[in-house]
């Protein structure tokens, strides 16, 4: 057995190669578990963006809190805020809601907000806040500091109430689509209330609020004092209404206060094309190498103007196929053209049924028709062997006429 195996001989190339592959697979582990070592077993830090800043009374203040395990081993991290000045409200924040843990894997890090609140009477000055975080267990801790430095009164008094922020008031699409607006609406009572959700748009349009990432419609809101929500505001067009722009007035109101919003929708238009014959029928008959004719019509049945309109054809391979006029360069609403659609078979082609697909493209949208074309043999042919037939007759005759006078 072991003659046998000396007596074996690999490729050289094969070895070569084989030997590339085990030392990067050992390379790559060797690097991973490399760097996993030198990691420390466990361990924690929490900083913030920025360990200072400067704003006016009545500001607010939103910072970026980083939370970091410099660990080899995944933690469950709580937050606190330890330190807390006479006069404003502090909180560790995601997008919507407050945050007092995190799981962070080994040697990743994550990203929160430290949001500061002014209450009224807060007046300049230098106040420092305090985080603190700490693993599950208690045994790592790590905290960070802000200072924030209150300057004189701004001119413009804070605004009380309901403040509705959105980012995109103006949105822009089809009639026949849907719109749908996000807006941030914000309790800056120093109470809890029931706030109430209306929208006055044009007339037969469909307005509806819902919460955001949920489907159910809804009327109303209920927010804490200080408490913000996001608002999904859904809106549908009258399915025949003119291209143009549209406002929309949103109102948020309680009877203690009222926000409002002003909206607005930029309808481009309904796209739809419409093609077809006058009979309706799509086929036609055709010579090898001779051009037969056919009339389509083309009809913009939307609301919108169709720019730059081209004519496209697929067909038999040598086929011609060509239209009058080649193209539009515009199609107003509720126009209709007529085309010339000249189509050519080859002079090769074979007696039988052929397919031709034209295509009117207009940016957005597009319409196809398929015309089934049916070549015939030219009659000239058939005139030739009609008088083959007769000859062959004749000849039949005259032979008949010689062998009975024998």
């Given at each position: 057995m072991r003659r046998k195996l000396d007596n074996l001989s690999f490729p050289k190339p094969v070895v070569f190669t084989a030997l590339i592959w085990l030392i990067i697979c050992f390379g790559s582990s060797a690097s991973g578990g490399e760097n996993k070592k030198n990691l420390p077993a466990r361990g924690i830090s929490v900083s913030l963006e920025y360990t200072?800043?400067?704003?006016?009374?009545?500001?607010?203040?939103?910072?970026?809190?980083?939370?970091?395990?410099?660990?080899?081993?995944?933690?469950?991290?709580?937050?606190?805020?330890?330190?807390?000045?006479?006069?404003?409200?502090?909180?560790?924040?995601?997008?919507?809601?407050?945050?007092?843990?995190?799981h962070v894997a080994?040697?990743?890090?994550?990203?929160?907000?430290?949001?500061?609140?002014?209450?009224?009477?807060v007046g300049p000055g230098k106040y420092t806040f305090g985080i603190k975080a700490q693993t599950a267990d208690s045994r790592f801790t790590s905290t960070s500091q802000m200072v924030i430095t209150v300057k004189g009164k701004k001119e413009e008094k804070r605004k009380k109430g309901i403040n509705i922020i959105t980012s995109y008031p103006v949105l822009r699409g089809p009639t026949g689509g849907k719109f749908g607006f996000s807006l941030e609406v914000e309790n800056k009572l120093d109470k809890d209330g029931i706030f109430n959700l209306t929208a006055q748009g044009p007339e037969n349009w469909d307005i509806n609020f819902k919460p955001a990432y949920e489907e159910k419609?809804?009327?109303?809101?209920?927010?804490k004092a200080g408490?913000?929500?996001?608002?999904?505001?859904?809106?549908?067009?009258?399915?025949?209404?003119?291209?143009?722009?549209?406002?929309?007035?949103v109102r948020v109101s309680s009877p203690q206060a009222k926000g409002e919003a002003a909206l607005s929708v930029v309808l481009t238009g309904t796209y739809k094309l419409d093609a077809g014959t006058a009979n309706g029928l799509l086929s036609l008959d055709a010579l090898k190498g001779k051009p037969a004719n056919l009339s389509f019509y083309i009809k913009n049945s939307g609301s919108a103007p169709l720019n730059n309109m081209q004519f496209l054809s697929f067909k038999p391979e040598n086929w011609k196929?060509?239209?009058?006029?080649?193209?539009?360069?515009?199609?107003?609403?509720?126009?209709?053209?007529?085309?010339e659609l000249s189509i050519t078979p080859t002079d090769k082609a074979l007696v039988g049924d052929y397919s031709v697909g034209i295509t009117a493209e207009a940016g957005k949208i597009s319409k196809t028709l398929e015309f089934r074309v049916t070549v015939n043999a030219s009659t000239a042919w058939g005139w030739i062997g009609i008088g083959i037939i007769l000859l062959v007759v004749a000849g039949l005759v005259s032979l008949f006429i010689r062998l009975g006078r024998r």
């Open positions: 200072g800043v400067v704003i006016s009374e009545g500001e607010d203040v939103s910072i970026d809190v980083k939370v970091t395990n410099r660990g080899r081993q995944d933690e469950n991290i709580d937050l606190t805020v330890t330190s807390i000045p006479k006069g404003w409200k502090a909180w560790i924040k995601t997008y919507n809601f407050g945050v007092t843990g995190v080994s040697d990743k890090s994550r990203s929160l907000t430290l949001r500061a609140e002014q209450e009224k009477g419609f809804i009327s109303s809101l209920r927010l408490q913000s929500q996001t608002v999904a505001v859904e809106v549908k067009p009258y399915p025949w209404e003119k291209p143009g722009q549209y406002p929309i007035m196929v060509e239209f009058s006029p080649e193209k539009l360069d515009t199609l107003a609403p509720g126009e209709l053209k007529q085309v």
